[in-house]
Every structure is written in C-alpha cells, then in structure tokens.
C-alpha cells in the first residue's frame, strides 16, 4: 500500500512539475529566466486570442464564378493581340455570357484556325460559320479556374500581408471559397482592409476620343452620382465601349468630384504583366507609383504606344481610372507611373498591391472582427480580477465548511488549475475571452467533485464508521457519481468542440480539458493525501 | 461537522403536478422565443442576422440621444445604442439591410469625429458579419445541440435506464428554454454567446441530474422494500446537501464574473447564474419527478392490460 502511494505521489509531482515548465513561458517570470532556458525546456506558452491581445479576423469569399468571367474576357484580348500580330485585320471580338464571339475576314479562316489550336489549347470552339466563330473555355479549363481561384487569392492576399508586415499572421483556405485571415495587434484596420480585399486589377484602356456620345459629356459629376450618369447614355453607347471616372480631388478644398471618359472595353494591357512597383516622388514632392513590366509586357507595351501615338490611354485599377495620359512617343523599356492623388501612404500600399499581383477575382467580407488592443487587456484584466474573485469566493466557503479536508479540496483545485493551464500550453491552444470563462466555470465544477466525496465521507462517519473506513466507503461511492456526471458533461464539451464555431469552440476546448483534469485530480490527488495520512498514523479523527 | 444542511425529509415529488405546471408555463415562454427568433423576430445579434457591432471609447461622457441623433443625420438609421456609462463607452449595432457593401467602420468614425469633435473617441472593437455567415453559425448550433443530446440520452440509456435518458433530456430542455425565454422577455440580445451559455447551463443541469439519478440508482437496490416514489424522495433528500453546496459553489464563481467581468461576459454570466438556479430546480422537481410519473403510467398500462386479458 506504502509503495503505491509513493508511486501515486511522484507520478502527481511529476505531472505538476511538468505542468509548470509548460506554464512559464505564459508568465512574466519567463523573461527573467536565462536564455538557455528556452532552448532546454518548452518556450510556447498559451497564445491569446485576437479577443484579448487585439487584432483583426476576417473571413472573406472569393467569388470565384466572377474569376471564371475574367479568365475569359482576358483570353479575348490575348486572343485578339495574337491575331493582329498575324495581321488579321478587321477583327471584332466581343464577349457575352462567357462565349467569345469572333468575327474576322473569312479568306483568313486558316491563320485563325491555326492560332487557335496552337496557341489556345482552352477554348474550345462551339459554332462556326464563314468568318465567324464562337468560342468558349473547355469544361477542365473552366473548373480548374474555379478550383484554383481561392488558393491563388489565398497566395495573393499572403504575399499582400507579408509585404505590409504583420507579426503572426493567419492566412488559410476556410470550404470550398472562403479564406481566413486573422492579423493579431493590426492598428489601422482599415488600411489593412484596403490591403487585403482590392482586387487590384490594373488594365490600360485606350480612351475613345472620337465618340459623339462626348459632346454631351460634363467635365465633372458629382461623387455618388455615377450610376445615374451611366443610366443615361447607356443606350447610346457602341458596344465596344465603356464609361469609366477618374477621381479628382480639389486640393484646396478638398471636394471629389467625378470625371467621366469613354474607354475601349478591351484593355490593351493587362497588370500581370508587371514585374515591379516601386513608390517614386514627383514634382511638388507628389508621391507616384513607377512600375516595370516583364519582357512580355514591355514589348506589348511599346507596340501599343507605338500604334498608338497621340492618343489617350487611361490606366485603371478596379475599374477606376487613376490618370489617362497622353502617349508622347513610343515607350521602350517597359516602365510607366501610376499618378493620382495620392498620400504617401496611398502609393506605397499601391505599390505593395501591384508587386503582390491582382486578386484573380473579387472578394466579399463575410466576417470582419476587430478588436482594439485597449479593449483586449481590459478584458484580460477583468477575466483575471474576476477569475481570482471566484477563486478566494470558493476557498473561503470550502475552508469554512469543511475545515481541513476542505482545505485538500482547495488544494486539488490549485493543482486542477495548474494542470489545466499547463495543458492548454502544451497543446499551444489559443486562449479566448469564452476560454476564461470555461475555466472560471471549471473552478466551480472543480469543487463539485470534492463536495461530493467529503458528503459521502460525512455521511459514512454519521453512520458511526471509523475514519479509514468512511474515507474509502466515500470514495467508492461517489466514484459512480463523479465518473457518469463528468462524462456526460465531457460529451456536451466533444460536441461543441466538434460543431461549434469561434467562442463556442474556445469555450468548449477549456471545459472539456477542465473536466477531463477534474476527474483525475478528485479520484487520484485528493486521495493519494488521505491514504498518505493515514498510512503515517492511525486516523482518528477527520477534520471534515 | 460544519452543516448547513441537516439530514432532511423533504416531500419533492408530492406536488409534482403543480410543480409540472409552472414549469409548463416557463417551458411554452422559451418555446414561444425559439419560434420568434427562429422567424427573425426578437433580438437577435448580429453573429446570426448579419449586421455590424462597433464599440467606441469616450474620452468624457456621451449623451445617447445625441448619438442617436447624429448618426440619424449621418443616413445610419435604426440603429441600436447601449451605454456603460461608468467607462463612457456606447455600443452600437445596425443590421444587415442598413449596411450593404458599406465601410461602416469608416462612416460611424466620420458621423462621430464631426457630430462630437470636442469629445475624442477610440474604435474598441468592430464587428461585421455577412448574412451568409449568421445562417452557417445558426447551422452550427442547432447542430451541435442535437448531436449532444443523442449522444447524452445514449449515454445514460446506457448506463442508467431509457427512461432515465429520456426525463433528463426533458429537464435539460426545460431549463435551456426557461433561459432562453428569460432572456427574450427582457429583450436580451439573442447572440452567439448567449448560446455558449445555453449549452453550458445544459452540461451543468444534465451534471446536476446525473448525481441525483446515481443516488437513486444506488437506492433503488438497496431498499427494495419502499415505494419507487419512497425511493426518489429518499435520494433526493440524501444528496441534498451537496446539491445545495455545488450550486452554491459554482453560483460564487459565477457570481464574480457577472460582477466583474466586463461587459463582454456580462450576459453570459447572467445566464449562467439563472441556469444554475433552474438547473437545480430540475434535477428535484422535473428530471426526478417524471421518473415518478412515468412509473405510474407503465403501471396503469400493465393493469389495464392485464384487467383486458382477463375481459377477454
């Protein structure tokens, strides 16, 4: 019997010494430590959650169908720029409803077909007749877009995130389209908004001079009107076209206004064919973004100006114009600016943007918590007052009614608690506003475990057993109670930790720890004591 | 011995058909709140209509109706404005159809650094939540709960008897509904927390229920002799001290975190102390009661069968 009660002994020290090697890293006795130390013994303590140390969680929707429509309307301009280098002339391309349809002078039917099959292994053509073709993306292509969209936005919004400098962020893929983002002690959330969920699409566009429909154009709407403008010419305009604004901004006043441009729907150039952004400063120390096109892109962008000289071409980002030049000359070496007004800031993120790349469709905010770091340690401050409230509440009551063998009770729920915290440091699990409360309610289950074994002892010496007797009839007899009441409340716990979301979860993970610990603590530690005292001498009386 | 306690004879199960009816009435509360809420009705947070949160920090004193106001003037109508007055801080919650594809965050910093620019304020924390999102975490719950409870009657059809399964998945029921009417009556905010704190007060009452059903099974092989309803007057009786001392001990605990926990945890506090009360309640006068009852019924059904064959 000595001999089991040693074993019982040490295995409870051990667990308890093992439990606060977990535990110091979560302390602020951890820094005063040497720093040897951390590379010995466990050096991840409990992370906080975004509720408590601040930050930003954000679930967001890539729309991928809108990925698939994008595909497609950029293979019609690639497509459209590898027959004018054939010198097909008389093109026309339109896209509708995901089909291309192609019309071309038919005594080129062969250079087209040849093209298509050479270069456009994805599209696939579904009617034809002289001179015309429909064509539309084969099925594989179509679901690989849809597959691959949200990894790559994952890809993009990681690379965005990296550039903007967040420490420990959590980018991952959350179903079949969403993504979770979660960026702990972010200050300026909605600058990290801006960052994460532009799509960021740059195209050049060649603005449309020559329409009629300008003559009727104001030079400037107001901000918020757009819509209503469009809906006006909307039947007058050709069908190659499209109304897009640039934004000005009244420098001395400070007013936005709107102006309207007719722009070619198909973009001349594409962003993704950057290799480079960088923030430069301007004249009046006006910051701008100078980007650098790859060698596809820069060839593509000397044809285009070439051909193009003395025209306008407006450079768009999400469908809003931020400048439309007027090309000079043609432009070698594949470098153009981004102007605008911008702030610093504005064109630094904007580079930050462009070097990361575009997102391949756009993205919907399903969920945006952000949670200040003032808030996050008052609730910490809070959790704790109230944690160490309940904890001297319990002791008291316990120590008064039961004397010494409510004092083991508190005792256990000491070591209940050290337990639970070094487990939850050893499983790295995050700690939540939720979490807190799933252990402060543990406290309180903590107890019930005890009170039932001290009532049943209590019981027993009414009965007028002697001391020993009572102690083991006691903890036998509640043993049935402890074990089916825990284990139903542990399954309450499994479920939630298996269905449950968010706080539900962080709460569940602490309760279901918590009580698993209960069990062990109020049949083995308690007991270990009892048995060690009355190994030593006979007890007599109890203290109960 | 230090007891607060003596060794009691209660009568528990004698009136209850009394105790069945307030119960019903409490019950058909939190049913009427269930079929509200799950209409849209009632207070529902934003975590499950869809909707935004945000909570700013004063740096002095805030009239509510002045807030109002502003952000009335600033096109953000219906919105729904607390006050803690003790840290000068106001929550304010708009609902889905106010916000689409808004930068609401922005726009309440705008309305508020105007409308108040002599009174500097800090954004504690936002909240924004799609409607798709409110629909999967409503999922989410309702999933969890049905999955627990089959798990929870499977278990103590198990270890007990089916209808021992089956009274404390009624007494469970009973006090998560009387919560939750409770709560729908005082226009509480129906939230994602708030079912947090159902489900535990659910663990709690079933916990509560078990230890009592254990004394009764235990009782029940020891004295044969009595009366089933003897036997559950017994047991409860027996365990009373320490359903008292439990509920009082876990009460405590809660106590300080409905006092000083801060306002995030305030409503699941309440919960939570409503809970353990209703909870104990249960375990007496429903979980233990219908056992009673149930008895009878199969009683009756046994005799009634046997006077037919007899008939017959």
Redesign the interface.
């Known amino acids: 019997m000595k001999k089991s009660i040693k074993g019982r002994l040490l295995t409870l020290i051990a667990l308890l010494v093992i439990a606060i090697f977990f535990l110091l890293p979560s302390t602020s006795i951890y820094s005063k430590l040497p720093a040897w130390w951390g590379d010995v013994f466990p050096s991840k303590g409990v992370s906080l959650g975004l509720?408590l140390k601040g930050g930003m969680h954000l679930?967001l929707?890539v729309e991928v169908e809108k990925a698939v429509d994008n595909a497609i309307e950029r293979m019609a301009s690639t497509l459209k720029g590898a027959l004018e280098r054939k010198e097909v002339e008389g093109l026309s391309i339109k896209v509708t409803d995901r089909l291309i349809y192609l019309s071309f002078p038919s005594d080129k039917t062969e250079v087209v077909k040849e093209t298509l099959d050479e270069e456009f292994p994805n599209l696939v053509t579904e009617e034809e007749s002289g001179g015309e073709k429909v064509l539309a993306f084969r099925e594989a292509e179509k679901n690989r877009i849809l597959t691959t969209s949200t990894l790559q936005a994952l890809e993009t919004i990681r690379n965005r995130v990296d550039e903007f400098g967040v420490a420990e962020p959590l980018i991952q893929k959350q179903g079949d389209k969403q993504i979770l983002v979660q960026l702990p002690g972010i200050d300026d959330?909605?600058r990290a908004?801006e960052l994460i969920g532009k799509t960021a699409l740059l195209e050049f566009k060649l603005l449309n001079e020559n329409s009629p429909l300008l003559r009727d154009f104001p030079g400037r709407i107001e901000e918020g009107k757009e819509q209503e403008f469009l809906d006006l010419f909307k039947d007058r305009l050709d069908e190659n076209d499209e109304i897009l604004f640039e934004r000005m901004t009244n420098t001395e006043t400070g007013e936005v206004t709107k102006s309207p441009h007719i722009v070619t729907k198909t973009a001349a150039l594409a962003g993704d064919l950057l290799s480079d952004a960088r923030v430069s400063i301007g004249e009046f120390n006006a910051p701008y973004v100078s980007i650098t096109f790859d060698n596809e892109g820069a060839t593509l962008f000397e044809q285009i100006t070439q051909k193009n000289v003395q025209r306008r071409l407006a450079i768009v980002l999400d469908g809003n114009i931020y400048s439309s030049p007027r090309i000079q000359e043609k432009i070698s070496g594949g470098r153009a600016q981004i102007s605008g007004t911008f702030t610093h800031q504005e064109a630094s993120d904007l580079a930050i943007i462009l070097r990361a790349g575009a997102l391949p469709a756009p993205v919907?905010?399903?969920?945006?918590?952000?949670?200040?770091p003032?808030?996050g340690s008052?609730?910490i401050r809070?959790?704790w007052?109230?944690?160490f409230?309940?904890?001297l509440?319990?002791i008291a009551?316990?120590v008064?009614?039961?004397?010494f063998s409510g004092l083991l009770a508190v005792t256990a729920m000491a070591i209940n608690i050290i337990l639970l915290v070094g487990a939850l440091a050893t499983l790295n699990a995050t700690l939540t506003?939720?979490g807190i409360?799933g252990i402060?309610?543990s406290?309180?289950?903590a107890?019930?475990a005890n009170?039932?074994i001290l009532?049943r002892i209590?019981?027993e010496?009414r009965a007028g057993r002697p001391v020993r007797m009572a102690i083991d009839a006691g903890y036998e007899?509640a043993f049935?109670?402890i074990f089916?009441?825990?284990?139903?409340?542990l399954?309450?716990?499994?479920?939630?930790i298996?269905?449950?979301?968010?706080?539900?979860r962080g709460?569940a993970v602490t309760?279901g720890l918590g009580i698993a610990i209960n069990l062990f603590t109020a049949l083995v530690a308690t007991k270990v004591v009892y048995d060690y005292l009355n190994g030593r001498k006979r007890l007599e009386t109890l203290s109960? | 011995?230090?007891t607060?306690i003596k060794k009691t004879d209660i009568d528990f199960i004698g009136k209850r058909k009394q105790f069945f009816m307030i119960s019903l009435i409490f019950v058909a509360i939190g049913l009427i709140a269930l079929v509200q809420i799950s209409r849209g009705s009632g207070n529902l947070g934003i975590d499950f209509s869809g909707g935004a949160a945000l909570?700013l920090?004063f740096d002095q004193p805030i009239e509510i109706n002045a807030a109002r106001k502003a952000l009335e003037s600033g096109g953000l109508k219906n919105a729904t404005l607390q006050e803690i007055s003790s840290d000068n801080k106001l929550i304010i919650r708009l609902k889905k159809r106010e916000i689409s594809g808004e930068?609401i965050?922005?726009k309440v910093k705008d309305i508020f650094s105007t409308a108040f620019s002599g009174n500097n304020f800090?954004?504690?924390?936002?909240?924004?939540?799609?409607p798709?999102?409110g629909k999967?975490?409503q999922g989410?719950?309702i999933?969890?709960?049905i999955?627990?409870l089959v798990?929870?009657i499977t278990?103590?059809a198990f270890?007990f008897e089916f209808r021992f399964g089956i009274a404390a998945a009624i007494a469970t029921f009973h006090d998560v509904f009387v919560v939750l009417g409770f709560f729908f009556l005082m226009d509480k905010e129906i939230s994602?927390?708030l079912?947090?704190a159902l489900?535990?007060v659910?663990?709690?009452s079933?916990?509560?229920t078990?230890?009592v059903?254990?004394?009764i099974?235990?009782n029940l092989k020891s004295r044969k002799k009595e009366t089933f309803g003897e036997v559950i007057n017994r047991s409860i009786n027996?365990?009373l001290?320490?359903t008292v001392?439990?509920s009082?001990?876990?009460?405590?605990?809660?106590?300080?975190?409905f006092?000083?926990?801060?306002e995030?945890?305030h409503d699941?506090?309440l919960a939570?102390l409503l809970g353990v009360v209703v909870g104990t309640y249960s375990s007496w006068f429903i979980a233990s009661s219908l056992l009673v009852t149930w008895q009878q019924k199969r009683i009756e059904i046994k005799t009634k069968k046997r006077v037919l064959k007899k008939a017959s």
Do not use: C, H, W
């Open positions: 509720d679930v929707e959330p909605e908004m919907k905010v399903l969920q945006n918590v952000t949670v200040g003032s808030l008052d609730s809070k959790g007052i109230s944690g409230i309940s904890m509440l319990v009551f316990m008064i009614y039961y004397r506003l939720p409360a402060i309610l406290i309180g289950m107890v019930d009170v039932l009532e209590r019981e010496l007899k049935t109670s089916d009441s825990n284990v139903t409340t399954i309450t716990a499994i479920a939630l298996t269905f449950g979301t968010g706080p539900i709460f309760l109960i | 011995m230090f607060i909570q920090k930068n965050r922005g800090i954004v504690e924390s936002s909240t924004e939540i799609g798709t999102i999967k975490l989410d719950a999933n969890a709960i999955f627990s798990l929870i278990y103590i270890r994602l927390l079912v947090t489900l535990t659910a663990g709690y079933l916990n509560d078990v230890v059903f254990d004394r099974r235990e027996d365990n001290s320490r001392i439990t009082m001990t876990t009460f405590l605990a809660v106590v300080a975190l006092l000083f926990g801060g995030v945890i699941f506090a939570v």
